[in-house]
């Protein structure tokens, strides 16, 4: 096995957030919905910019934001994600670097210019999102560095970057690596609307053992398995997956392997693990890279 040099290697969209103040009459205007995501292209985006007051940029992304999470909190991490040789792409490669993650994606020459996601703050606080995706959806398997994989003792993989071809050509190379490495393999499944789309593929992989972890909030989980009953998903996630965590909000998380139980509680309450044989199967993975403490 390649020595370790990272805990954790993530796989998505690098996004740019440019962020803004703004009023419920602009979100009129520009027939935004308050509170809401929407794709955009790259003409609209540099409408909406033309149009919206002075901004802040900082990188971001799901998996690049859950990276540098984790390296704030002392973890060793890199990040592969596509930007253009912009203005933008050189903001997101020094933020996440300055953030103490590596960071070493080559970036494009020609094409789409680096992604960002339009932030509109209200002053009740409710965010307006508007994504154009750009060079971010043109990250292609030559992308993955097989040493940097090889070194991550988990890789974590962006869901929503599951569209593109190449995109997840890249991610089933990276996964490859990783197990011939002895290595874990992470998926967050993102958002419902991305397991609405890719129901089957997602299942796949998590019932293939291409992915050992997975991450979930309750509204995937019941889009996964099309049930509105949590423990109806839950079951069936379980005799699917090695190893899972689900979010649910203010009712803390529930991890599990598929031979035991540990169930987070709500905030104030610190951490209970009960544990209970779902599975005789051996399918327990080879680490569960999840730790947990009492802050």
């Given at each position: 096995m390649a020595a370790t040099r990272f805990d954790v290697l993530g796989i998505g969209n690098a996004i740019v957030d440019v962020i803004a103040r703004t009023d419920d009459a602009f979100l009129a205007k520009q027939k935004m919905r308050k509170g809401t995501m929407r794709l955009i292209d790259e003409a609209q985006a540099a409408g909406l910019y033309d149009a919206m007051g002075p901004a802040v940029e900082v990188s971001g992304g799901s998996a690049a934001n859950t990276i540098v999470g984790a390296a704030s909190l002392g973890?060793?991490?890199?990040?592969?994600?596509?930007?253009?040789?912009?203005?933008l792409g050189r903001v997101f490669a020094h933020d996440i670097r300055a953030a103490g993650v590596a960071f070493a994606t080559p970036p494009a020459?020609?094409?789409?210019?680096?992604?960002r996601c339009y932030v509109l703050v209200t002053p009740d606080g409710e965010r307006t999102m508007n994504t154009y995706l750009g060079a971010a959806q043109d990250l292609h398997p030559n992308d993955i560095d097989p040493d940097a994989i090889a070194a991550a003792q988990i890789i974590y993989l962006e869901g929503y970057l599951w569209d593109p071809p190449h995109a997840k050509e890249a991610f089933l190379k990276a996964a490859k690596i990783a197990h011939d490495a002895d290595r874990d393999v992470a998926l967050t499944l993102s958002d419902a609307f991305c397991v609405d789309r890719y129901r089957a593929e997602f299942l796949d992989l998590i019932r293939a053992g291409t992915i050992d972890l997975v991450f979930a909030n309750e509204r995937e989980l019941h889009s996964l398995y099309e049930t509105a009953d949590f423990d109806?998903?839950?079951?069936?996630?379980?005799?699917?997956?090695?190893?899972?965590?689900?979010?649910r909000s203010e009712r803390g998380c529930l991890i599990f392997e598929s031979c035991e139980n540990a169930l987070a509680s709500g905030p104030g309450s610190g951490l209970t693990v009960a544990r209970r044989q779902t599975s005789g199967v051996g399918k327990t993975p080879r680490r569960s890279g999840i730790r947990a403490s009492r802050l």
């Open positions: 973890a060793r991490a890199a990040f592969i994600g596509k930007v253009k040789d912009d203005e020459s020609a094409g789409p210019s680096t992604a109806t998903a839950l079951d069936a996630l379980r005799k699917d997956a090695r190893l899972a965590v689900i979010t």
